[in-house]
């Protein structure tokens, strides 16, 4: 039987990895072990708007390697993202909009005290499948020093024409390569917003961290 994993859960693993490159995948999970199957998992395929869908996801606490799911639970919680089923990571278990007392820590029971990992269930119907960015409020990565300016509305040069062909907003030849003008400036806005960060539209250390460049 085949199978896919939702791609909201896809798209946010996807913002995990960007973020903390480096980070360790030793409790990652998608797909059900056999532990699992007896048993009902969001983990286990079921059926949701046209597939067999997995809609559940597990990432690894690491810290060190950037990704602190203790940070990563609270950005989910002040995000409110409808796409929420449920959170749990270490003792707590979280409900998204449509459970009991919804964004409230409340204690976790089962077995595994998921201290080394977070899961994340994602609602089991259509909105589990919008692979749209979520937002990650507070979520930082690690700010390497970067040997770019930080730039905005007026700023020029070679580092803006660089963040320009990055975001795709003006290409050489263009009027307004190399000046950060109002399309660039929303351009960072949006990217900004798109990873979790402060989105004043200046690209400072965070955003050229985000950006790998
Ligand atoms: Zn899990």
């Known amino acids: 039987m085949s199978w896919i994993v939702a791609e909201s859960l ?9 973020l903390a490159p480096n980070r360790s995948k030793v409790s990652d999970g998608s797909i059900g072990d056999p532990r699992h199957a007896g048993q009902a998992s969001d983990h286990n395929p079921r ?14 606490h690491d810290p060190a390697g950037g990704l602190d799911c203790a940070q990563l639970r609270d950005a989910l919680i002040r995000a409110k993202d409808s796409r929420v089923k449920y959170i ?5 278990i979280i409900s998204g909009a449509g459970g009991p007392r919804p964004w409230v820590r409340r204690p976790y029971q089962g077995p595994n005290p998921h201290d080394k ?3 994340l269930s994602v609602v089991g119907d259509q909105r589990c499948r919008d692979g749209g960015p979520w937002m990650l409020p507070g979520l930082t990565s690690p700010i390497t020093p970067t040997k770019y300016p930080t730039l905005q509305r007026g700023s020029t040069g070679e580092a803006v024409k ?11 030849g263009a009027p307004g390569y190399g000046h950060y003008g ?4 929303t351009a960072v806005k949006k990217y900004q917003i798109m ?14 961290a985000e950006t790998g460049l």
């Open 10 to 18: 896809n798209r946010l693993h996807q913002q995990l990895n960007g």
């Open 47 to 60: 059926w949701i708007a046209g597939d067999n869908v997995v809609s559940a996801r597990d990432w690894t």
């Open 88 to 92: 749990i990571y270490s003792r707590s």
């Open 117 to 119: 990992h977070l899961h």
């Open 162 to 172: 660089l963040i320009q062909r990055f975001l795709g907003v003006v290409g050489p």
């Open 182 to 185: 109002p399309l660039t400036e």
């Open 195 to 208: 990873r979790g960060l402060p989105s004043d539209g200046v690209c400072g250390p965070r955003v050229w």
